[in-house]
């Protein structure tokens, strides 16, 4: 509710709709009266107008600070129930007066409420959902559209929610893929850190008591143990430092373009980010074609779905191609981002008319192969992870016990 002149007041009102259903929400007015005579334009007859000066207060509250987040589950489960209300014959912004009671997540609620208001004033609902950018993506906006002018609203609804779904679990199989390896170096760094503070002074204590010939192996310990002793500030400064540049190209266009395309060529991950980042892009294409939206527009909007600054890039290559009139597997092969195999299948789309059908092939095919990818994934590391483990023990057994053996011969000399 941003941007309110001063003339103009907000009011809570209560009504009921043409099925006698109870609808609360919350209007933009300059009196009371225009409230009711808006609401009977909607349909609704109105109950009780009070005003809401108290929502538009200065406390500062702790929602307001740190709102919750909206997760992918919670839009899943809106798009499921819409399309369950829609399809029973459920006026639109009842079903949103219903959501907004029933759901649990206070931002969403929020953000259906003032969705609802938004449709109550004219306005279409893609229009009002694309005032939530945070919540609802363009490419979820962009579908809702097209299901509004095609009278298909609520079998978009379904589309999104099972794509949201697919897409979900493709994101829980890679992070339980990579939790495993991401604790154990959680606790190698800890363990390296631990004896660098603790165990190695102690022993350097010892060695320098005598006058022991020590190997390379130690003094590498004992040198590294001291820089990490009495330069730590400056290592802490260090990563600080570091990770603020980090974040800070990550804004720029040209960081978030190198970082997304170093993403995809990270040894053992960066297969499985690749894959899924592609099957992602087929099936938002074919969902597209198949819900009439133009070629260009579709891969447009696709493009800037994907949440990968380097395959947008290419993406969008692949337009300005169309564009000149060339086919959709020509400029496809001319990014070469694809496989022979899905090249094949956009080709022969083309020629049959069936590119939408094809697309939700190739989509599934790459979804195969990222469950393969993922379930090797594991396999792959762990050995790796033993291998890391078992060469740190090792040179801490070179550091550490070999020269016990000088110590030994010293002292008994």
């Known amino acids: 509710m941003a941007g309110l002149s001063k003339s103009m007041s907000l009011f809570q009102y209560k009504a009921r709709g043409k099925r006698g259903d109870a609808i609360e929400g919350l209007m933009d007015a300059a009196s009371s009266d225009v409230v009711a005579a808006q609401l009977l334009q909607s349909g609704l007859i109105p109950i009780d107008i009070v005003p809401a000066v108290n929502k538009l207060s200065s406390t500062i509250t702790w929602d307001a600070l740190f709102p919750i987040k909206v997760t992918a589950t919670d839009i899943i489960q809106f798009s499921r129930q819409m399309h369950s209300l829609m399809k029973t014959g459920v006026p639109i912004l009842s079903a949103l007066a ?10 969403l609620k929020d953000a259906i409420r003032d969705i609802s208001l938004s449709l109550q004033s004219g306005r279409d609902l893609a229009t009002a959902l694309s005032d939530h950018s945070k919540i609802f993506s363009l490419f979820y906006v962009s579908m809702i559209r097209i299901g509004e002018t095609s009278g298909k609203l609520g079998a978009i609804f379904l589309q999104l929610s099972r794509y949201l779904e697919r897409d979900e679990k493709t994101k829980k199989q890679i992070r339980s893929a990579l939790r495993y390896p991401v604790f154990v170096m959680l606790a190698i760094g800890f363990a390296i ?9 102690e022993f350097s204590k010892m060695f320098s008591r005598y006058d022991a010939t020590l190997p390379i192996a130690t003094k590498i310990l004992v040198g590294t143990s001291s820089f990490f002793i009495h330069y730590w500030v400056l290592l802490l400064a260090g990563m600080v430092v570091g990770a603020m540049w980090f974040k800070y190209s990550l804004k720029t266009t ?5 970082w997304d395309k170093l993403k995809l060529r990270f040894p053992l991950i960066g297969s499985v980010v690749y894959r899924a980042t592609l099957a992602r892009f087929a099936r938002l294409f074919a969902m597209s074609t198949q819900a009439g939206v133009p070629l260009i527009t579709a891969i447009t ?7 990968n600054a380097y395959v947008e890039q290419n993406i969008l290559d692949m337009r300005t191609g169309i564009e000149r009139g060339e086919s959709i597997s020509r400029t496809a092969l001319a990014t070469g981002m694809f496989d022979s195999l899905v090249l094949q299948m956009l080709s022969v789309g083309e020629e049959t008319g069936a590119v939408d059908e094809l697309l939700q092939e190739v989509a599934d095919y790459y979804d195969m192969e990222v469950e393969y990818d993922i379930g090797r994934l594991s396999a792959s590391i762990e050995p790796i992870l033993t291998i890391v483990i078992g060469v740190i023990v ?12 000088s110590v030994a011969n010293v002292a008994l000399h």
């Open 301 to 307: 909007v696709v493009a800037k779905a994907l949440d």
């Open 394 to 405: 090792l040179v801490l057994a070179l550091g550490v016990f070999l020269p016990m053996w």
């Open 193 to 201: 850190f631990v004896i660098n503070v603790f165990v190695i002074p």
């Open 98 to 107: 219903g959501l907004a009671e029933s759901t649990k997540n206070k931002t």
């Open 254 to 258: 040209a960081g978030l373009y190198r």
